[in-house]
């Protein structure tokens, strides 16, 4: 039996009905990290959530999951609600490029189970800047030139030091109203694929390697499911 501060407790659905899903879409969203997704995850539910009628449920761990530890939560979300009062939603995964060995792994198990992968390159935090402004050039799995740019703009002054990763409070507001020209340019970036066979419009073709997107995001894809924007 876990105690309440085990370090590898995840978060757990609430058990039994309850009036929050009548009408509403429900998202299960499996994260790597415990802190930056989750919060940013909250913002999206708490300021669009009641009009778009979505609920999200972030799925993680203490201490990080590595990409094909999260697509198996997702999969493992996927049993848990067939046994659930027959509740169904749609299955999400998030992970980041960094330094991870599993990403093709992940991507294949994600596609045989039917997950949608929101992936980023260098990392989520990559999403947080398109906010405020274009990236351009690869950064080769580290997030030190995105902290560097994003602690330029108000709320992100200290984003990323002493591990303070945090989407809340000002940070937060300092998002509000740019999703949409968030949303333009990580499509942008999907259109550059080094690829040249990938498009925001068709998606990444079947043969594009996920660790040649350098730099790319697809979290917009998540807003557009939601119904935040269109695509």
């Not at 067939?82 to 980041?96: T, Y």
């Not at 703009?153 to 945090?166: C, I, Q, R, V």
């Not at 996920?210 to 790319?216: A, E, I, Q, V």
Request: with cysteine.
């Amino acid at each position: 039996m876990r105690r309440r501060n085990d370090p590898a407790r995840e978060r757990r659905l609430h058990r039994g009905p309850s009036p929050e899903w009548r009408g509403n879409r429900v998202f299960y969203v499996a994260v790597e990290g415990e802190l930056t997704e989750p919060d940013y995850l909250a913002y999206l539910s708490r300021n669009f959530g009641p009009e778009r009628q979505f609920i999200i449920h972030p799925l993680y761990k203490r201490n990080r999951l590595t990409p094909t530890q999260v697509v198996a939560r997702a999969l493992e979300q996927r049993e848990e609600l067939q046994g659930n009062d027959g509740r169904s939603g749609q299955l999400w995964a998030l992970f980041d490029r960094d330094q991870h060995s599993d990403i093709p792994e992940a991507m294949r198990q994600a596609r045989a189970g039917a997950v949608r992968v929101a992936f980023s390159h260098p990392s989520f935090d990559l999403w947080l800047l398109l906010h405020f402004s274009e990236v351009s050039g690869q950064q080769r799995g580290s997030s030190r030139i995105v902290h560097r740019k994003l602690r330029a703009y108000p709320g992100f002054e200290a984003f990323g030091a002493a591990s303070d990763k945090s989407v809340s409070g000002s940070r937060a507001e300092a998002l509000t109203g740019n999703h949409v020209v968030a949303i333009r340019r990580a499509k942008r970036l999907v259109d550059d694929c080094p690829t040249g066979a990938c498009s925001s419009e068709t998606g990444h073709a079947r043969y594009c390697d996920p660790l040649r997107r350098d730099p790319s995001t697809d979290v917009w894809q998540l807003l557009v499911e939601l119904g935040i924007a269109t695509s």
